[in-house]
Protein backbone atom coordinates (compact mmCIF):
# COMPACT_ATOMS: atom_id res chain seq x y z
CA UNK A 1 0.00 0.00 0.00
CA UNK A 2 0.96 3.28 -1.00
CA UNK A 3 2.02 6.45 2.11
CA UNK A 4 -1.34 8.17 2.68
CA UNK A 5 -2.30 11.17 5.44
CA UNK A 6 -5.14 10.71 7.56
CA UNK A 7 -7.68 13.36 8.57
CA UNK A 8 -10.72 12.99 10.95
CA UNK A 9 -13.65 15.19 10.24
CA UNK A 10 -16.78 16.52 12.61
CA UNK A 11 -18.91 17.85 10.07
CA UNK A 12 -20.29 17.05 6.91
CA UNK A 13 -19.42 20.92 5.81
CA UNK A 14 -15.36 20.04 7.07
CA UNK A 15 -15.70 16.90 5.11
CA UNK A 16 -17.11 18.45 2.27
CA UNK A 17 -14.62 21.12 1.77
CA UNK A 18 -11.86 18.74 2.23
CA UNK A 19 -12.35 16.45 -0.06
CA UNK A 20 -13.48 19.27 -2.64
CA UNK A 21 -10.24 20.90 -2.01
CA UNK A 22 -8.21 17.45 -2.10
CA UNK A 23 -8.78 16.06 -5.37
CA UNK A 24 -6.45 13.01 -4.22
CA UNK A 25 -8.29 12.37 -1.15
CA UNK A 26 -11.08 10.11 -0.60
CA UNK A 27 -13.84 9.39 2.34
CA UNK A 28 -12.90 6.42 4.58
CA UNK A 29 -15.96 4.53 6.88
CA UNK A 30 -15.97 0.90 7.23
CA UNK A 31 -13.31 0.50 4.92
CA UNK A 32 -13.95 -2.79 4.22
CA UNK A 33 -13.92 -2.20 0.24
CA UNK A 34 -11.28 0.85 -0.07
CA UNK A 35 -8.58 -0.46 2.04
CA UNK A 36 -8.38 -3.85 -0.20
CA UNK A 37 -8.40 -2.03 -3.03
CA UNK A 38 -5.88 0.61 -1.94
CA UNK A 39 -3.44 -2.44 -0.76
CA UNK A 40 -4.07 -3.69 -4.49
CA UNK A 41 -2.95 -0.68 -5.52
CA UNK A 42 -6.04 -0.71 -7.52
CA UNK A 43 -7.26 2.74 -5.92
CA UNK A 44 -4.86 5.26 -4.30
CA UNK A 45 -5.63 8.22 -2.15
CA UNK A 46 -2.93 10.33 -0.54
CA UNK A 47 -5.34 11.51 2.41
CA UNK A 48 -8.16 9.61 4.07
CA UNK A 49 -10.82 12.01 5.35
CA UNK A 50 -12.39 9.88 8.56
CA UNK A 51 -16.11 10.33 8.68
CA UNK A 52 -17.23 7.69 11.27
CA UNK A 53 -17.65 10.86 13.42
CA UNK A 54 -20.73 12.76 11.38
CA UNK A 55 -23.98 12.37 12.77
CA UNK A 56 -25.14 10.27 9.84
CA UNK A 57 -25.95 6.70 11.91
CA UNK A 58 -29.59 7.21 12.70
CA UNK A 59 -32.68 4.83 11.67
CA UNK A 60 -35.14 7.21 11.60
CA UNK A 61 -39.12 5.86 10.83
CA UNK A 62 -42.72 7.54 10.33
CA UNK A 63 -45.64 6.95 8.62
CA UNK A 64 -44.03 7.81 5.15
CA UNK A 65 -41.19 5.70 5.38
CA UNK A 66 -38.04 5.23 6.94
CA UNK A 67 -34.51 7.43 6.68
CA UNK A 68 -31.66 5.38 7.20
CA UNK A 69 -28.06 6.88 7.99
CA UNK A 70 -25.21 6.61 5.39
CA UNK A 71 -23.36 5.72 8.41
CA UNK A 72 -25.25 3.02 10.49
CA UNK A 73 -23.52 -0.67 10.21
CA UNK A 74 -24.98 -2.70 8.21
CA UNK A 75 -25.90 -5.64 10.92
CA UNK A 76 -27.43 -2.38 12.88
CA UNK A 77 -29.79 -1.75 9.89
CA UNK A 78 -30.75 -5.77 9.77
CA UNK A 79 -31.28 -6.31 13.10
CA UNK A 80 -33.84 -3.00 13.31
CA UNK A 81 -37.29 -3.88 14.45
CA UNK A 82 -39.10 -1.94 12.45
CA UNK A 83 -36.59 -2.88 9.48
CA UNK A 84 -37.42 -6.21 10.26
CA UNK A 85 -41.24 -5.61 10.45
CA UNK A 86 -41.96 -3.38 7.71
CA UNK A 87 -38.93 -3.89 5.22
CA UNK A 88 -38.03 -7.45 5.82
CA UNK A 89 -36.05 -7.87 1.84
CA UNK A 90 -33.48 -5.55 3.73
CA UNK A 91 -32.98 -7.27 6.29
CA UNK A 92 -32.60 -10.49 4.47
CA UNK A 93 -30.24 -9.14 1.66
CA UNK A 94 -28.10 -7.99 4.41
CA UNK A 95 -27.67 -10.99 6.59
CA UNK A 96 -27.11 -12.88 3.39
CA UNK A 97 -24.03 -10.23 2.11
CA UNK A 98 -20.42 -10.66 3.31
CA UNK A 99 -19.60 -11.97 6.64
CA UNK A 100 -20.75 -10.50 10.07
CA UNK A 101 -17.34 -8.85 10.56
CA UNK A 102 -17.92 -7.34 7.58
CA UNK A 103 -21.24 -6.11 8.32
CA UNK A 104 -20.14 -5.40 11.66
CA UNK A 105 -18.10 -2.53 10.03
CA UNK A 106 -19.47 -2.12 6.54
CA UNK A 107 -21.86 1.04 6.32
CA UNK A 108 -24.67 1.58 4.32
CA UNK A 109 -23.23 4.39 2.04
CA UNK A 110 -19.97 1.89 1.58
CA UNK A 111 -21.72 -0.99 0.50
CA UNK A 112 -24.37 1.07 -2.12
CA UNK A 113 -20.58 2.38 -3.49
CA UNK A 114 -18.16 -0.89 -3.43
CA UNK A 115 -16.50 -1.57 -6.37
CA UNK A 116 -17.01 -4.16 -8.58
CA UNK A 117 -15.56 -7.96 -8.15
CA UNK A 118 -14.55 -8.43 -11.54
CA UNK A 119 -11.20 -10.23 -11.05
CA UNK A 120 -9.61 -8.26 -14.20
CA UNK A 121 -10.60 -4.81 -12.74
CA UNK A 122 -8.61 -6.17 -9.26
CA UNK A 123 -5.86 -7.31 -10.81
CA UNK A 124 -3.76 -4.24 -12.39
CA UNK A 125 -2.12 -6.94 -14.88
CA UNK A 126 -5.37 -7.13 -17.42
CA UNK A 127 -6.78 -4.55 -19.28
CA UNK A 128 -9.78 -2.97 -17.54
CA UNK A 129 -12.89 0.12 -19.20
CA UNK A 130 -13.63 0.61 -15.76
CA UNK A 131 -9.94 1.29 -13.62
CA UNK A 132 -8.26 2.38 -16.66
CA UNK A 133 -10.53 4.30 -19.83
CA UNK A 134 -9.95 3.45 -23.34
CA UNK A 135 -7.74 0.10 -22.08
CA UNK A 136 -10.23 -2.86 -23.22
CA UNK A 137 -12.06 -5.40 -21.42
CA UNK A 138 -10.29 -8.63 -20.48
CA UNK A 139 -13.47 -10.07 -18.77
CA UNK A 140 -15.41 -10.08 -22.69
CA UNK A 141 -13.41 -12.94 -23.77
CA UNK A 142 -11.38 -14.15 -20.63
CA UNK A 143 -13.56 -16.45 -18.00
CA UNK A 144 -17.10 -14.53 -17.70
CA UNK A 145 -19.12 -17.13 -15.97
CA UNK A 146 -19.54 -14.50 -13.20
CA UNK A 147 -20.44 -11.51 -14.78
CA UNK A 148 -23.57 -10.10 -16.24
CA UNK A 149 -26.26 -11.30 -18.58
CA UNK A 150 -28.56 -7.81 -18.75
CA UNK A 151 -27.64 -4.62 -19.21
CA UNK A 152 -23.48 -5.22 -20.61
CA UNK A 153 -22.11 -2.95 -23.42
CA UNK A 154 -18.84 -3.79 -25.48
CA UNK A 155 -16.83 -1.84 -23.17
CA UNK A 156 -17.96 -3.57 -19.73
CA UNK A 157 -20.11 -6.79 -18.56
CA UNK A 158 -19.06 -6.57 -14.76
CA UNK A 159 -22.14 -7.31 -12.33
CA UNK A 160 -23.21 -4.65 -9.63
CA UNK A 161 -21.95 -6.53 -6.52
CA UNK A 162 -24.20 -5.28 -3.75
CA UNK A 163 -27.11 -7.19 -1.98
CA UNK A 164 -28.35 -4.29 -0.10
CA UNK A 165 -28.62 -2.40 -3.25
CA UNK A 166 -31.12 -4.98 -5.27
CA UNK A 167 -33.29 -4.69 -2.03
CA UNK A 168 -33.48 -0.81 -2.40
CA UNK A 169 -34.26 -1.01 -5.77
CA UNK A 170 -37.52 -2.80 -5.00
CA UNK A 171 -38.27 -0.84 -2.83
CA UNK A 172 -38.30 2.27 -4.79
CA UNK A 173 -35.34 3.92 -2.21
CA UNK A 174 -34.35 7.33 -2.49
CA UNK A 175 -30.32 8.51 -2.32
CA UNK A 176 -29.93 11.38 0.03
CA UNK A 177 -26.65 13.14 -1.22
CA UNK A 178 -25.17 16.31 0.18
CA UNK A 179 -22.64 18.25 -1.49
CA UNK A 180 -21.43 21.88 -1.37
CA UNK A 181 -25.12 23.29 -1.86
CA UNK A 182 -28.17 21.79 -0.21
CA UNK A 183 -28.90 18.04 0.03
CA UNK A 184 -30.48 16.65 -3.17
CA UNK A 185 -32.30 13.22 -3.56
CA UNK A 186 -32.25 11.00 -6.31
CA UNK A 187 -34.29 7.65 -6.95
CA UNK A 188 -32.17 4.88 -6.55
CA UNK A 189 -33.48 3.87 -10.66
CA UNK A 190 -31.63 6.98 -11.69
CA UNK A 191 -28.66 6.68 -9.18
CA UNK A 192 -26.72 4.04 -10.70
CA UNK A 193 -25.80 4.58 -14.67
CA UNK A 194 -25.16 1.64 -16.92
CA UNK A 195 -21.67 0.76 -18.13
CA UNK A 196 -22.44 2.16 -22.32
CA UNK A 197 -18.93 3.41 -23.30
CA UNK A 198 -17.99 5.20 -19.66
CA UNK A 199 -18.03 2.11 -17.44
CA UNK A 200 -15.84 4.48 -15.11
CA UNK A 201 -18.56 6.62 -14.71
CA UNK A 202 -20.82 4.46 -12.48
CA UNK A 203 -23.64 6.67 -10.00
CA UNK A 204 -24.69 9.73 -10.31
CA UNK A 205 -22.34 11.16 -7.85
CA UNK A 206 -20.42 14.23 -8.23
CA UNK A 207 -16.58 14.49 -6.98
CA UNK A 208 -17.14 16.09 -3.29
CA UNK A 209 -20.56 14.60 -2.64
CA UNK A 210 -21.28 12.50 0.26
CA UNK A 211 -24.29 10.04 0.46
CA UNK A 212 -25.89 11.01 3.94
CA UNK A 213 -28.97 8.51 3.89
CA UNK A 214 -30.70 6.43 2.25
CA UNK A 215 -34.93 6.75 2.62
CA UNK A 216 -37.47 4.12 1.17
CA UNK A 217 -41.20 5.11 1.59
CA UNK A 218 -43.40 3.01 2.85
CA UNK A 219 -45.91 1.01 0.55
CA UNK A 220 -48.07 -1.67 0.66
CA UNK A 221 -45.61 -4.19 -0.55
CA UNK A 222 -42.76 -3.64 1.64
CA UNK A 223 -44.11 -5.66 4.63
CA UNK A 224 -44.71 -8.54 2.01
CA UNK A 225 -40.98 -8.55 0.50
CA UNK A 226 -38.36 -11.17 0.61
CA UNK A 227 -34.71 -11.71 -1.08
CA UNK A 228 -33.50 -14.83 -2.48
CA UNK A 229 -29.86 -15.42 -3.24
CA UNK A 230 -28.31 -18.19 -5.15
CA UNK A 231 -24.82 -18.92 -4.85
CA UNK A 232 -21.61 -21.08 -5.06
CA UNK A 233 -21.24 -21.25 -1.47
CA UNK A 234 -24.04 -21.01 1.44
CA UNK A 235 -21.91 -17.71 3.47
CA UNK A 236 -19.59 -14.90 2.41
CA UNK A 237 -20.08 -15.27 -1.28
CA UNK A 238 -21.28 -12.68 -3.80
CA UNK A 239 -24.84 -13.68 -5.89
CA UNK A 240 -24.60 -15.49 -9.03
CA UNK A 241 -28.22 -14.39 -8.91
CA UNK A 242 -30.92 -12.98 -6.33
CA UNK A 243 -34.57 -11.47 -6.91
CA UNK A 244 -35.75 -9.14 -4.52
CA UNK A 245 -39.39 -9.25 -4.09
CA UNK A 246 -42.19 -7.07 -3.00
CA UNK A 247 -45.66 -7.83 -3.90
CA UNK A 248 -49.31 -6.94 -2.59
CA UNK A 249 -51.58 -9.63 -2.61
CA UNK A 250 -55.09 -10.08 -2.35
CA UNK A 251 -57.30 -13.55 -2.51
CA UNK A 252 -54.83 -14.82 -4.77
CA UNK A 253 -54.63 -11.84 -7.16
CA UNK A 254 -51.40 -9.57 -7.52
CA UNK A 255 -52.00 -6.28 -7.17
CA UNK A 256 -48.62 -5.04 -7.20
CA UNK A 257 -45.44 -6.56 -8.02
CA UNK A 258 -41.67 -5.04 -7.40
CA UNK A 259 -39.00 -6.58 -8.18
CA UNK A 260 -35.59 -6.35 -8.90
CA UNK A 261 -32.70 -8.44 -10.05
CA UNK A 262 -29.20 -9.35 -8.54
CA UNK A 263 -26.39 -11.35 -9.63
CA UNK A 264 -27.09 -10.80 -12.94
CA UNK A 265 -26.93 -7.51 -13.95
CA UNK A 266 -24.28 -4.40 -14.43
CA UNK A 267 -26.28 -2.35 -12.09
CA UNK A 268 -29.33 -3.45 -9.44
CA UNK A 269 -31.52 -4.41 -12.07
CA UNK A 270 -35.64 -3.36 -11.30
CA UNK A 271 -37.77 -5.42 -13.90
CA UNK A 272 -40.41 -3.35 -15.13
CA UNK A 273 -41.91 -5.09 -17.67
CA UNK A 274 -42.55 -8.70 -15.60
CA UNK A 275 -43.85 -6.31 -12.79
CA UNK A 276 -46.43 -4.94 -15.63
CA UNK A 277 -47.74 -7.85 -16.60
CA UNK A 278 -47.86 -9.42 -12.72
CA UNK A 279 -50.09 -6.64 -12.09
CA UNK A 280 -53.99 -8.05 -11.53
CA UNK A 281 -52.52 -11.22 -12.67
CA UNK A 282 -53.52 -14.86 -10.47
CA UNK A 283 -50.82 -16.03 -8.47
CA UNK A 284 -51.13 -19.73 -10.70
CA UNK A 285 -48.73 -21.54 -12.56
CA UNK A 286 -49.52 -20.15 -15.87
CA UNK A 287 -48.54 -17.31 -14.73
CA UNK A 288 -45.34 -18.08 -12.84
CA UNK A 289 -44.72 -20.00 -16.50
CA UNK A 290 -45.22 -16.82 -18.38
CA UNK A 291 -43.44 -14.42 -16.15
CA UNK A 292 -40.48 -16.21 -15.97
CA UNK A 293 -40.37 -15.95 -19.61
CA UNK A 294 -40.22 -12.33 -19.73
CA UNK A 295 -38.21 -11.73 -17.39
CA UNK A 296 -35.26 -13.63 -19.32
CA UNK A 297 -36.31 -11.77 -23.16
CA UNK A 298 -33.50 -8.94 -22.55
CA UNK A 299 -30.89 -11.70 -21.34
CA UNK A 300 -27.50 -11.95 -23.60
CA UNK A 301 -25.18 -14.70 -21.68
CA UNK A 302 -21.67 -14.22 -21.97
CA UNK A 303 -19.69 -17.49 -22.69
CA UNK A 304 -19.45 -18.95 -19.78
CA UNK A 305 -22.51 -17.88 -18.02
CA UNK A 306 -25.33 -19.39 -20.21
CA UNK A 307 -26.68 -21.23 -16.83
CA UNK A 308 -27.69 -17.73 -15.55
CA UNK A 309 -30.67 -17.77 -17.43
CA UNK A 310 -32.19 -20.75 -16.26
CA UNK A 311 -30.62 -20.33 -12.68
CA UNK A 312 -32.66 -16.77 -12.98
CA UNK A 313 -35.86 -18.22 -13.69
CA UNK A 314 -35.62 -20.90 -11.25
CA UNK A 315 -34.93 -17.95 -8.72
CA UNK A 316 -37.94 -16.12 -10.05
CA UNK A 317 -40.19 -19.39 -9.93
CA UNK A 318 -38.98 -20.00 -5.91
CA UNK A 319 -39.39 -15.84 -4.88
CA UNK A 320 -42.52 -16.01 -6.63
CA UNK A 321 -43.88 -19.05 -4.89
CA UNK A 322 -42.67 -18.01 -1.41
FE1 LIG B 1 -13.15 -4.02 -16.33
FE2 LIG B 1 -15.78 -4.20 -16.62
FE3 LIG B 1 -14.21 -5.53 -18.25
FE4 LIG B 1 -14.32 -6.27 -15.69
S1 LIG B 1 -15.98 -6.36 -17.15
S2 LIG B 1 -12.48 -6.05 -16.96
S3 LIG B 1 -14.69 -4.28 -14.72
S4 LIG B 1 -14.33 -3.31 -18.07
Not at 206 to 233: F, M, Q, T
Not at 236 to 241: K, Q, R, S
Amino acid sequence: MRPFSYAKVKTKEQAIITLTEDKTAAFIAGGTDLLGLMKDRIQTAETLIDINSLPLNKIETSATGVRIGALCRLTEVALHPDIQKHYPVISQAINQSASPQLRNMATVGGNLLQKVRCPYFRNAAFPCNKRTPGEGCAAINGYNRMHAILGTSEHCIAVHPSDLAVALTALDAIICIQGLEKERQISIHEFYLLPGDTPHKETLLKPGELIVAVEIPNNNCSRNSNYLKVRDRAAYEFALVSVALALEIENRTIITAKIAFGGVATKPWRAWELEEFLQNKPLNQNTLNFATELAIKQAKPQQHNQFKIELLKRAILRALSE
